[in-house]
């Protein structure tokens, strides 16, 4: 029996290799015949992981698995693990803890800490190319951004922001300050609300705008939050992942950010209405201002508190991503019908409960 040929060494590592949008991004860079590793917690991880790629009809051959921990430095990375991604050129972090309710101690250490762990061990890989950080929409518009903050400013903003977003502020202001005092090429994606598949819906998401939809669909929802122009963009997660697999290969400038969002999201009470209609329940009857759903006890309108700040009528400036994805011959899915397929496959999956 003729040996196997040597596997060729990643080029790529995707931190949150095991998340929502890790696991599609992963997808897309095997299809694209790009060797890659992915960082996980333990085996069962890796196992499961791999089960996904290949249900979904990916060859992962070239895929390495690697033990790691982002809120350790070194990435927790064994010396014959970090041996084995010597050749890595191209860092995706998407590794976050993603969830409302969360105390600071508990989002820090990775949505701080962890950037930071992610951005210092890239600046050892002698063949760097560029880290991808996975920001927030609402995150990392200030163009000095400033870190670190001293603690009373820090504590300020958590308790302004709710742990999640003041965790993942902190974390963007961190990696582009310190990026170029690396040396490191550095690039953040700034992503809207992420929906499922374009074609078959599939989530696995299950938060932010998930739960509203889950409220709609239970009766829940007699009074939508926000203004006739409250505007709350989406973004499908195999564009996302289109998107963020080719910016290696498009960006130059040692730091750099896009938003990238659907513009042609309708309005939140169009929205609304649309999947209300598509998922045969009654709308919202009209609107509550955002200041007063504050007010309200949690009990009485069903809204977590951390949520009402993505509810704006802002506007994002996508051109660069705009620009980024006409070079790279990329195009965003129709928004209506994905958006009525993951409505569907959320019921389906009655959010995340089978």
Same mark, same amino acid.
């Given at each position: 029996?003729? %040996?196997? %040929?040597?596997? =060729?060494?990643?080029? =790529? ?39 996904w790629?290949?249900?979904? *009809? ?6 390495? =698995?690697? +033990?790691?921990?982002?809120? @350790? ?5 064994? %010396?014959? *693990? ?41 600046? !050892?890989?002698? @063949? ?21 903050? *001293?603690?009373? +400013?820090?504590? /300020?903003?958590? !308790?302004?922001?709710g742990?999640?977003?003041? $965790? ?28 499922g ?8 998401q ?13 009766? @829940? ?17 195999d ?9 290696p290969?498009h960006? @130059? /400038? ?7 969002l ?45 949520t009402?700040?993505?509810? $704006? ?6 051109? $660069?991503?705009?620009?980024?994805? /006409?070079?790279?011959?990329? =195009? ?15 019921v ?7």
């Open positions: 029996m003729a %040996p196997l %040929p040597p596997r =060729t060494p990643p080029r =790529t590592l995707v931190l949150g290799a095991t998340g929502f949008l890790g696991r599609w991004l992963l997808l897309e860079l095997l299809f694209r015949g790009e060797p890659v590793a992915a960082a996980v917690r333990d085996s069962d991880r890796a196992a499961a992981l791999r089960h790629l290949r249900a979904h *009809d990916a060859d992962d051959a070239a895929l390495t =698995t690697v +033990a790691a921990d982002l809120t @350790r430095p070194g990435l927790g990375l064994s %010396p014959e *693990d970090d041996a084995r991604l010597t050749e890595v050129r191209d860092v995706h972090n998407l590794a976050a803890r993603y969830d409302f309710g969360l105390t600071r101690a508990q989002a820090e250490p990775a949505n701080v800490h962890g950037a930071l762990h992610a951005l210092e061990w890239s600046a !050892t890989r002698p @063949r760097l190319r560029r880290l991808v950080h996975l920001s927030g929409y609402r995150v990392g518009r200030d163009p000095q951004p400033r870190h670190p903050l *001293d603690e009373r +400013a820090t504590a /300020a903003l958590y !308790t302004r922001l742990a999640y977003e003041a $965790s993942k502020q902190l974390g963007d202001a961190a990696v582009r300050v310190t990026a170029p005092r690396l040396g490191v090429p550095l690039t953040t994606v700034n992503p809207s609300s992420v929906i598949h374009s074609r078959t819906g599939e989530a696995g299950y938060l932010g705008l998930a739960q509203l939809v889950r409220r709609l669909h239970r009766g @829940r929802l007699p009074l939508l939050p926000g203004t006739r122009r409250t505007f709350l963009p989406v973004v499908t997660v564009h996302l992942a289109r998107f963020l697999a080719v910016v290969d960006d @130059r /400038a040692p730091v750099q950010a896009h938003t990238v659907d513009p042609d999201t309708p309005l939140l009470p169009e929205l609304i209405a649309l999947l209300a209609t598509h998922l045969g329940v009654r709308p919202p009857r009209g609107l509550v201002p955002v200041p007063l759903v504050r007010r309200l006890p949690r009990a009485l309108t069903g809204a977590d508190p951390e009402l700040t993505f509810l $704006s009528e802002d506007r994002y400036d996508t051109t $660069s991503a705009d620009h980024l994805s /006409a070079a790279a011959g990329l =195009t965003q899915p129709p928004v209506a019908p994905a958006l009525t397929r993951w409505a569907t496959r959320l389906e999956e009655d959010f995340g409960t089978k």
